[in-house]
């Protein structure tokens, strides 16, 4: 996260996140703001919002005035999110005018408050508005910071929708790229033996099981690898899915190196293709069929053999980061 301190409207704010992403306002209560609220603010940049935090009010008489101002002067009509403390001074500053000044309002309260007054009720007419309850500290419940967080975005998504980004036919490999991002997947190494008898590998998370009788599964290999011919030519070949542990393995596995297998202890079952030891799973195949398909080999394999551990946790890899799971 970058943090820049500008000004708005008067105001000292602070802000992450790509400037032209919509605007998220975070008003208020700076100890409601810190510790777990920080952890939210990354969510939200990550979830391609601009989120920009006006400095503490003290009940001073011109808060609201100055509010209203900064929700005057800021780029774009933000979604707002205020602690409840906050609210006499955020309310007042979206009377009658609130819907052109802000696509929506979350209330953070602290648990069992947040009953929002008729009068305040009045004042915020017109802006769609959702109260959601926030312990004083969530970090032992990392699931229900992930839960808070979710409902938080899920009805910013509703009010103040994202752009989608469009990919066309025949133009920009790159957005298409990061609309394939989107799909979550595990990692594998993928190793076979050379024609000397060398172990060779590489990472790739294009893995997918395709058929249980016949056992059959594939992985896609650019044809811009060095080992495209290899594993054209080989009759055996492994699939290693990588665990939690394993991220180092398939960033040696997926950069240029003389030897990605000194460091990385492996054995062999029937057909000699290296398996890493301690992997998740590893699958060992003959190789069924080759389909050549653009830039890439779709290689089948027809499993012969299989071990999995079943007590760990997966590596994954997601709109180009390593990724864990949140949920057990
Ligand atoms: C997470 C991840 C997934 C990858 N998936 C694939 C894949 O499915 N197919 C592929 O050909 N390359 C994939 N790559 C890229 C290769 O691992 C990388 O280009 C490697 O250096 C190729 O080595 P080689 O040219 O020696 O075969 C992936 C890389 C990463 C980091």
Not at 73 to 100: F, K, N, Q, W, Y
Not at 212 to 222: E, G, K, T
Request: glycine letters at 8%; hydrophobic letters at 40%; proline letters at 7%.
């Amino acid at each position: 996260m970058t943090a820049s301190p500008p000004r708005i409207g008067g105001l000292d704010v602070e802000s992450w996140g790509d400037p032209e992403d919509p605007i998220v306002l975070l008003v208020g209560a700076p100890e409601r703001l810190s510790g777990d609220w920080r952890r939210s603010v990354r969510a939200l940049v990550d979830a391609g919002r601009h989120v920009v935090l006006a400095a503490a009010f003290d009940g001073d008489e011109d808060a609201s005035v100055a509010l209203r101002r900064l929700l005057t002067e800021i780029p774009s009509r933000p979604a707002i999110v205020c602690a409840d403390e906050t609210l006499p001074v955020m309310a007042p500053a979206l009377a009658v005018t609130g819907p052109a000044l802000a696509s929506c309002l979350v209330i953070v309260a602290g648990e069992g408050q947040g009953v929002v007054s008729p009068e305040v009720e009045a004042l915020l007419t017109g802006v769609p508005t959702q109260v959601v309850s926030r312990a004083d500290t969530l970090e032992d419940a990392p699931d229900r910071l992930e839960a808070e967080n979710a409902a938080l975005l899920g009805f910013l998504e509703r009010q103040a929708p994202r752009e989608a980004l469009h990919y066309q036919a025949g133009s920009d490999p790159r957005t298409l790229r990061d609309a394939l991002g989107c799909f979550a997947t595990g990692v594998t190494v993928v190793t076979t033996l050379d024609e000397a008898g060398q172990p060779v590998g590489l990472t790739a998370n294009s893995f997918s099981s395709v058929s249980l009788d016949p056992p059959l599964i594939l992985f896609c290999l650019a044809r811009s690898s060095t080992n495209v011919e290899r594993f054209r030519q080989a009759e055996h070949f492994a699939i290693n899915v990588l665990h939690i542990g394993q991220q180092p393995t398939s960033g040696v596995f997926a950069r240029s190196q003389a030897d990605r297998f000194q460091d990385v202890a492996w054995e062999t079952w029937d057909t000699g293709a290296p398996i890493l030891s301690g992997a998740l799973a590893s699958f060992e195949c003959g190789t069924e069929q080759i389909v050549e398909a653009g830039d890439h080999l779709v290689i089948i394999g027809r499993v012969t053999r299989a071990r999995f551990e079943p007590r760990r946790d997966p590596l994954l890899y997601f709109r180009g980061k390593y990724r864990r799971l949140h949920f057990s």
